[in-house]
C-alpha cells in the first residue's frame, strides 16, 4: 500500500537531516528541499543532497538560494573573513558559525512550498546537543514557528513542524541511522572543506565523538581524527 501524505524534508546533506529522512520516509512521501546560502562547504553539501534524493527517490525536490544570508554575513560559515575556529565541545557559548536566524528562514520557505504542494508536514534534522548556544535550534522555537505557520497560511492549511531526532545525541542519531538504513556514507558534515572532512571543526568533531561512542569507523574521510573520547 503506497503511502498517502507527503512530507517536506530540509535537508542540508548534512548526518543529521539524512537520518530525518529516513524517518520521515518510513510513513510519508518526501518532498526534499535544500538551502544553498553562501556556507563555505555549498558545492559539496548541494552534492550531498542530490545523492540523498536520489537515494530514496524523492518525489520532489527543491534547491532554494538565500543570497540574502551571504551579503548579511555574521557568521564564519558565509563570511571568509570570520575564521572557522576548532572544536571546543565544552564551549556554551554561541560559536561562530551560528547563521543568524537561518532555522527560521529555512521553515518559512519551506512552509511557502508545503501550501502550495499540499504537504501535512515539514521535517527539519535539529539536534540540541548541536545548538551550542543557537537560539533556533531549541524545541520552544520549533513550536513557536509551527504556531507562526498555522496563523500566517490559509485556514485549511495544516503543517506540522516535526523535530524527531532534537533531544537525541549524536551516537543515538548514528544508531538510529544505522537501524533505518540511512546512507550515512553520502553526507557531509564538515564546516571548512570541501574534498576531505577538516575533523576538527565543531561539526566534524561532534560527528567523530558519536561514532566512536558507538565504536563505529565514520565512512567518509577526514585529514584529521581526533580521539574526542578523551577530549570531554
Known sequence: MGKEKLAIVAVSGGLDSCVTTAIANKNYRLALAHI????????????????IADYYNAEKRLVIDFTH????????????????????LENKEIPSSYVPFRNANILTACAS??????????????VH???SGYPDCRPKFFKAME?????????????????????????????L?????????????????????CGVCDSCALRLRGFQKMGWEDPINYKERPNYLTKG
Open 36 to 51: 544553498n546560502y553562501g556556507q563555505r562547504t555549498e558545492k559539496r553539501e548541494l552534492k550531498a543532497f542530490n545523492e
Open 69 to 88: 544570508l551571504t551579503n548579511i554575513g555574521g557568521s564564519s560559515l558565509t563570511d571568509s573573513k570570520i575564521e572557522v575556529t576548532k572544536a571546543d
Open 113 to 126: 512550498w508545503a501550501e502550495v504542494i499540499g504537504a501535512g508536514a515539514i521535517f527539519i534534522g535539529a
Open 129 to 131: 546537543e548541536d545548538s
Open 147 to 175: 504556531k507562526v505557520i498555522d496563523l500566517g497560511t490559509k485556514p485549511e492549511t495544516k503543517i506540522e513542524v516535526r523535530t524527531p531526532i532534537i533531544g537525541k545525541r549524536k551516537d543515538e542519531i548514528i544508531r
Open 177 to 197: 541511522g544505522k537501524e533505518l538504513g540511512a546512507p550515512l556514507q553520502l553526507t557531509w558534515s564538515c564546516y571548512q572543506n570541501e574534498d576531505e572532512a
